[in-house]
């Protein structure tokens, strides 16, 4: 099974204490397999808190 996360950085190891408490099901790392929502999700990202030096990883 192929996941994909969308972010605006490069994400090597997941730390649940970076992730914020109060999203839709709860504190967590939220994945897809659906790789076109993990872009959506990214661009997102990157318009609320801006783009990063190696942005977009999915």
């Known amino acids: 099974m192929i996941l994909y ?3 605006n950085l490069r ?3 997941i730390n649940l204490a970076k992730c914020k408490p ?6 967590g790392f939220y994945c897809t397999t659906i790789k076109k929502q993990a872009e959506f999700m990214a661009e997102r990202v990157v318009k609320r808190q ?3 030096k190696n ?3 999915l």
Do not use: A, C, E, T
């Not at 109060?22 to 504190?27: A, E, H, L, R």
């Open 22 to 27: 109060y999203k839709d099901f709860g504190q």
């Open 55 to 57: 942005s977009k990883y």
């Open 50 to 52: 801006g783009r990063n």
């Open 5 to 7: 996360h969308g972010s």
């Open 11 to 13: 994400i090597d190891k």
